[in-house]
């Protein structure tokens, strides 16, 4: 039988029948694992020594616990991977990635709208241990294709970028890296499986930024990276090392988030579409970025992709960085902070953020006058009422 998405969402990776008779996956909250007697330890060693991880147990806390295996198990079946792994945070999944999958002198092609925070961690960091690295347009192909040296080892894409929402066109960055030997590795926290799944597309690795759609509570960081066991074994080896793992507690409240995945997606993708079409009809605003817009330059391919365009949406105001500010401050709704994917909507101007020096939010390319409106669960017509008087009051 194959089931659907909220189906599995619910049921997979968890056993029917659970210890204690709970409904629930407990919370495994514990530094270590305790060994029966000494024959138990020769029997795991045995265990090891067959190398067929993951293994049906753990000796310790920073090496997996049952509560994070089962959100694993989950979060696998709903990418259509073999094996996932859980991290303590987005950048913990891909820096621990990688560093594993790079060595000095090997070279790695980025998105260039990839997540800030993970050009900081190759421009900055990487390259103190002689990792090179290229940053080309997510929209141009051709660009990756052109940037592939000797030593490139992998492209880094996101599937769809922050905050302009761009949607790469992963078969063909597939076909390129292919071709050459290479991985794909795409970051796809804002698709989530519920809307694009990269595996399907040949994508050799999924990494997550699970604190956002996956827990999707605004209540807990976690970071994910799936795909086959292969793929994943190393990954798994360095994590053990580097050592930034999930919380017991943090990937129970995972479980808890994916269960309605299905559910809080589908409303975003909705309330998405609606609120970009409003936007996209009123005076004030100048421009609005959602790949569900005939007018986003990426329509046909997220079209192709993706079966539904997620709940953020990118728009810029007319007017300065005060006026985008003055904007802000009359929604009645949202939160104003970052992060986004979580059933409470939040606001950003991500220049605000950025800086206070006008010329270093230009270098870095941040618009003045853009916001980037995650969508929660919250009513559409509700959403858009509160966006019609901010509208009024500020215009
Ligand atoms: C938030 C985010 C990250 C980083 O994840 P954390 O959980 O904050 O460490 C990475 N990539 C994307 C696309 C993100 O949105």
Redesign the pocket.
């Known amino acids: 039988m194959t089931e659907h998405h909220s189906t599995r969402a619910v049921h997979a990776g968890e056993e029917k029948h659970k210890p204690d008779h709970t409904l629930t996956t407990s919370i495994a909250r514990t530094s270590t694992f305790t060994f029966r007697d000494s024959a138990e330890i020769a029997a795991f060693m045995q265990e090891k020594a067959g190398g067929n991880a993951p293994f049906s147990r753990s000796e310790y806390g920073r090496y997996g616990n049952p509560t994070q295996a089962a959100a694993e198990r989950k979060l696998a079946d709903l990418e259509g991977g073999e094996r996932a792994l859980l991290f303590a ?4 999944a ?1 820096s621990t990635t990688l560093l594993t999958l790079l060595s000095s002198g090997d070279h790695i092609i980025l998105s260039r709208d990839s ?1 800030y ?2 050009r900081e961690l190759v421009d900055v960091l990487l390259s103190r241990w002689g990792i090179e690295s290229s940053l080309v347009e997510n929209d141009h192909p051709a660009a990756f294709a052109a940037a592939i040296r000797p030593k490139t080892r992998l492209m880094f894409v ?1 599937s769809i970028s ?1 905050p302009f929402l761009r949607v790469v066109n992963l078969p063909k960055i597939v076909e390129i890296a292919r071709g050459h030997k290479l991985l794909t590795v795409v ?1 796809s ?2 698709a989530t499986p519920i809307n694009m799944r990269p595996l399907e597309f040949g994508a050799d690795i999924v990494i997550h ?1 699970a ?2 759609y996956l827990a999707g509570h605004n209540d807990l ?3 994910a990276v799936i795909g086959s066991q292969a793929a994943l074994a190393d990954i798994a080896a360095v994590r053990r090392l580097l050592g930034g793992i999930t919380s017991a507690d943090d990937a129970s409240l995972l479980i808890r988030g994916m269960k309605t995945l299905g559910l809080r997606v589908h409303r975003q993708n909705e309330s998405g579409l609606r609120v970009a079409r409003f936007l996209e009809k009123q005076p004030g605003i100048e421009r609005v970025w959602y790949p569900g817009l005939e007018s986003h330059p990426d329509y046909d391919i997220a079209r192709q992709l993706m079966s539904g365009f997620g709940g953020v949406v990118s728009f810029e105001v007319k007017g300065d960085f005060e006026k985008a500010g003055q904007f802000v401050d009359s929604l009645k709704l949202p939160f104003i902070g970052p ?2 994917g979580g059933v409470e909507s939040i606001i950003l101007q991500p220049a605000a953020l950025y800086s206070l020096d006008p010329f270093e939010r230009k270098l870095a390319g941040m618009k003045d006058n853009l916001l980037r409106y995650s969508l929660g669960i919250e009513d559409a017509e509700d959403l858009i009422a509160d966006l019609e008087q901010a509208l009024k009051t500020a215009f």
């Open positions: 945070s987005g950048m913990a891909i997540f925070q993970t996101e922050n970051d926290t804002f930024s604190t956002k960081l976690a970071g992060t986004l």
